[in-house]
């Protein structure tokens, strides 16, 4: 008995294999593309980011410019103050004085506003930058493990189930339809290797008088809720 516990067992572990196997083959394409996603959004982020920069910048320089010309205007203010002719136009014109230069200390106060935000984004940009370029970094090297991994998945699935044709010729044929059967209705898993009363497939409690059957080994046990093929530990370890 203890040869088909160990014949089943290995037919069990090859397809346990070839299982993940094929799993890998769904999962690390989409692990690919999550990592790509991941990274164009990050690049996406940065980019938004240098957008605000950009317009910052432009308000930045247009403040300056509107600073510049009512300077001027300032300035040609005051040559006027010389030239007026009634006390009337030099009232006005020092109205006008007095309205720009409140002008100038409002321009200059946003200016300031607009450099320090100006200062504190770039500062952003720069560290999610470099910050981005490590990641980036890390993840293409995962990337490039993962597509090495999945490229050889192919031929390991191949040569497992060439291992698999030669495991399951050394069953006896109605076990094995037996074996088959239950790969299909128990996801996978047709035989459970137990060390205690307790089903490994379905985790039920097993009777502690069959379980000392079990231990026997005597015959092929099935656990009586889910049908798997019970093995004690001792006969395949
Ligand atoms: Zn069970």
């Known amino acids: 008995m203890r040869e088909v516990y160990r014949d089943l067992y290995a037919l069990q572990q090859i397809d346990s294999e070839i299982q993940r196997l094929e799993r890998l083959r769904v999962e690390i394409p989409e692990r690919i593309k999550e990592i790509e996603e991941l990274i164009k959004n990050k690049e996406d982020e940065i980019l938004e980011k240098k957008k605000t920069l950009d317009l910052l910048e432009q308000r930045r320089l247009k403040t ?32 006008e004085m007095e309205y720009s230069k409140r002008k100038i200390e409002t321009l200059e106060m946003e200016y300031l506003v607009i450099e320090e935000d100006l200062n504190r984004k770039r500062k952003e940009v720069a560290e999610e930058t470099k910050a981005l370029i490590e990641e980036k970094k890390k993840m293409e090297e995962e990337k490039k493990k993962l597509e090495e991994e999945f490229s050889t998945l192919d031929e390991k699935i191949m040569l497992k189930k060439d291992e698999r044709k030669r495991a399951s010729t050394r069953l006896d044929p109605k076990l094995l339809a037996r074996y088959e ?55 395949v370890v």
């Open 64 to 95: 300056e410019r509107e600073i510049e010309e009512e300077k001027m205007k300032l300035e040609n203010y005051k040559k006027q103050q010389f030239e007026v002719k009634t006390n009337e136009a030099y009232q006005a014109l020092l109205k």
């Open 181 to 235: 059967r239950l790969i299909v209705s128990r996801g996978g898993l047709a035989v459970v290797v137990i060390e205690e009363a307790m089903c490994g497939g379905c985790f039920a409690t097993l009777p502690p008088q069959y379980f000392q059957e079990i231990r026997k080994g005597e015959r092929i046990y099935t656990c009586e809720y889910c049908g798997r093929i019970l093995i004690h530990k001792d006969f």
